[in-house]
DNA sequence: CGTCCCTTTGATTTATGTCAAATTCGGTGG
DNA sequence: CCACCGAATTTGACATAAATCAAAGGGACG
């Protein structure tokens, strides 16, 4: 396992192009405690692999650096329910901080960089540095905020309001708003977002289809150019 | 206004049935400041009573002792979405922490009693006591699963498999399980379920139907007894 | 070049929304 | 206490969006 001290971790930190986000921007003045390994760098991990499982006891909360990762919650039943999806700035894990264990599974969509901040270390800086619990609880905010839209989308939206939910979701977090023309790069499968949205992997092809017939999208496999931002974002409500 | 010291205030605070949960517990040996109105204790709201109104900025946390309150988000279209109900011992405006203004607005639905915590008043104290944090993390932590439990049940349930889990999170955020036979009091209206879960009032109306004609449950009006928890528990998975 | 998986497309079924009407409930005032 | 009124709820008939079932097309990868 990975054995560094924190100035040589947050040495590299700093180059990170996500820092501003990051706890680890908190923490400048720590000090150094090189012993334990509570602050794991750069772990960089292959698609398809598990960031944490549901069940497994919590450990630590994970900073996205890069790639894509989604969250997912199986009931006893088997049915499985994907309850977001990460991207890089984001953090992953919070939604269980004050639980013993994962309460859902964490999942790469691609290939992906995570750093790994240990509970107890979180724990303790959290009284030292005003701004890591600032930060924390400005992550925490978010993840609710989400939840609630996706809630109001999801719950009164027929296919094509709920995916074009989606897609401004999309814009919005990995800023991709101010390209023309805008392009997302969907690293999810088709069968993953119907899973997220409530719908079925078909009614998601088709509602892409009709997008792209009236002129609001242009899909080409993974990648979705955007054409008219501000119908869709009528589209939505 | 009501102008107490604290002192007074917390007084009356350990007389409160739902002290455990309330942030008021964890001020003890609090320094007073008996100038600033940052605690407002007992407010009785009646029923239809705005707690806060979405857009309008944000001052207080307010914790939920009696009656129950509904959170509601409306969007520049004017439709609305019930974002979630809240019961004695839950907190109300946690959302918004990090924010300026409210982002959706809170409705008494009957009745009810709150008090209200100012947020400069709960900043300055999370420094000074670690519990008070904790507590406030938890409680933004069960929002958050909540949030989650909800996207689950409502995205790939059927109507009688969501109106279940309704149920079920009734019956367990009042602590009704251990009663027999299990009595819920529905202080909201079939509208406002109907809005919370995504169905139509008439969809809900026909479920309650199903149900009490297969022996699960029986409806009348506002009371609902469930006669076969774990039926119930086996239909929503 | 062939296999497998993901995605798309088409036909059909079904759950639930919508519209409309009947019934009940809750509150108000005589 | 009872009668009335408006609002909420229930019930019924019908329309429709989306799920399901089935099969074909297209990429990725060995």
Chains 1, 2 share one sequence.
Not at 151 to 160: E, K, M, Q, R, V
Not at 179 to 188: E, F, G, S, V, Y
């Amino acid at each position: 396992m990975l054995q560094f001290g924190y100035h040589q971790l947050l040495q590299g930190c700093r180059e990170c192009g996500k820092i501003k986000r990051c706890f680890a921007n908190d923490l400048v003045g720590n000090p150094l405690d090189p012993v334990t390994p509570n602050l794991l760098h750069d772990l960089i991990q292959p698609k398809g692999r598990y960031i944490y499982y549901q069940g497994e006891d919590i450990k630590n909360l994970f900073f996205l650096k890069a790639g894509s990762v989604k969250n997912i919650y199986a009931n006893n039943q088997g049915d499985q329910q994907i309850i977001n999806f990460y991207f890089p700035g984001e953090v992953i894990g919070l939604a269980h901080l004050y639980h013993s264990y994962y309460l859902s599974s964490a999942i790469t969509l691609e290939k992906s960089i995570v750093c790994a901040f240990s509970l107890p270390f979180i724990q303790a800086n959290c009284e030292k540095f005003p701004n890591l619990l600032k930060n924390i609880l400005e992550h925490f905010n978010a993840e609710i905020l989400h939840c609630h839209e996706s809630l109001l989308a999801i719950n009164h939206g027929i296919a094509s309001k709920r995916l074009g939910v989606f897609l401004l979701d999309l814009i919005h977090r990995q800023n991709l708003a101010h390209n023309r023309p805008i392009l997302i790069r969907l690293t999810m499968s088709r069968a993953d977002i119907a899973n997220y949205l409530g719908l079925a992997p078909e009614t998601v092809s088709r509602v892409l289809g009709k997008y792209e017939k009236s002129g609001l999208i242009l899909a080409n496999k993974k990648k979705i150019q955007i054409n008219n931002l501000n119908k869709l974002t009528a589209l939505v409500g």
